[in-house]
């Protein structure tokens, strides 16, 4: 087989490689198998020195020509393999514009948080401060600062759970009034504060009761204070709270750290004071308690009885979101629904 023959075949036969190959790798080896430095067009050169003298020039021609060729030849295959690549990746990457897009999830506020959120306000603009004290509380600050001793009877109304000896998970955010008490200088002006919190009751859960519950406490001390103070601040919480048709009553009570201690009812917002289940059939529904502070507490956190009292309350932060969304089970606060709590989402959520 003369030169002339076995560059027409090499022709032929690369030309039908380049078009099977499928993957540029593939592509990449036969290229080097035909044009490459040891490729097959370079072994042909060199068997040059067999031809003729003049025949030489032609068959150089020739083989230039099949190198461009070649040349030519993959880069097209190249390039129609990656136009390939793009076009497979544009199908499957389609996105459907005309879809209606997804939402994100934008959660909601907690409605014993909204209550609290409200009446924080509300006292900040009295000219209250906020406080927040520890949920694992001593036993010192819950009950014995509060005139509650160890052996005091009224401990049993509060049992509770202990960690210790000395630690407890709070029953009552009272244990706020003798922390700020201690520290307040009078010299500056008088004490008002709200603590609000989640406290712990060792209580079996139902519809109405539950061992974890949440509440504000207040307090309010300086020179002259008197119990008309105490009822006029009670009821603008209550006017605030549920309206200005709401009725309130106050029941004398008993607290260890209130001398004289009072209970706050509103009137049922289910029968509207008539009588249901839902106040078990007395037309009224406490929410808080309070009184004048007992002397006691004024002088364990070494404050002058003589010259200083004042008033304290303590509201039930679930009552009164009970009471505002008419709830009828304290659990679903703490269950965590989001059906539940999807309800409470406002516009501008
Ligand atoms: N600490 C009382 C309770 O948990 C409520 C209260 C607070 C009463 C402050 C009087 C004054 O029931």
Not at 34 to 50: A, C, F, P, W, Y
Not at 274 to 291: D, M, S
Not at 298 to 307: I, T, W
């Amino acid at each position: 087989m003369d030169l002339f023959e076995k560059l027409n075949k090499l022709k032929e036969e690369g030309t039908e490689k380049i078009k099977q190959a499928d993957t540029q790798k593939k592509l990449d080896e036969i290229r080097v198998n035909l044009v490459g430095r040891k490729g097959q067009l370079t072994e042909i050169l060199h068997s040059m020195k067999e031809v003729e003298a003049s025949q030489r020039p032609k068959v150089g021609q020739k083989v230039n020509q099949l190198r461009d060729y070649f040349q030519e030849t993959f880069d097209k295959a190249k390039e129609k393999m990656t136009q390939a690549v793009i076009a497979r990746r544009l199908e499957e990457e389609k996105i459907d514009v005309t879809l209606p897009g997804r939402k994100g999830h934008v959660g909601s506020m907690h409605p014993i948080n909204i209550i609290l959120d409200d009446l924080e306000s509300f006292f900040i603009g009295m000219g209250y401060k906020v406080v927040q004290g520890p949920e694992i509380e001593t036993d010192h600050y819950c009950f014995e600062m509060m005139n509650l001793p160890k052996d005091h009877p009224a401990r049993d109304m509060q049992a509770t759970f202990y960690i210790d000896e000395e630690n407890l998970l709070r029953t009552q955010t009272s244990g706020d009034q003798a922390r700020v008490l201690e520290k307040h200088d009078f010299s500056k002006g008088p004490l008002k504060m709200v603590g609000p919190g989640k406290v712990y009751r060792r209580d079996d859960d139902d519809a109405t009761h539950s061992h974890q519950f949440q509440q504000m406490e207040g307090l309010v001390i300086d020179k002259n204070v008197t119990m008309s103070d105490l009822k006029g601040t009670l009821e603008m919480i209550t006017k605030h709270m549920f309206g200005q048709d709401r009725k309130t009553r106050l029941r004398p009570s008993y607290f260890p750290f209130t001398e004289p201690s009072v209970e706050m009812d509103v009137s049922c917002f289910n029968c509207d004071g008539k009588g249901c289940p839902i106040c078990k059939f007395t037309g009224w529904i406490e929410v808080l308690g309070a009184g004048m502070v007992h002397p006691n507490v004024l002088r364990n956190a070494g404050v002058d009885p003589e010259v200083y009292g004042g008033f304290a309350f303590g509201v039930g932060l679930d009552r009164f979101a009970i009471l505002k969304y008419g709830i009828n089970d304290i659990r679903d606060f703490y269950t965590n629904d989001v059906r539940f709590l999807a309800q409470f989402r406002k516009e501008e959520d």
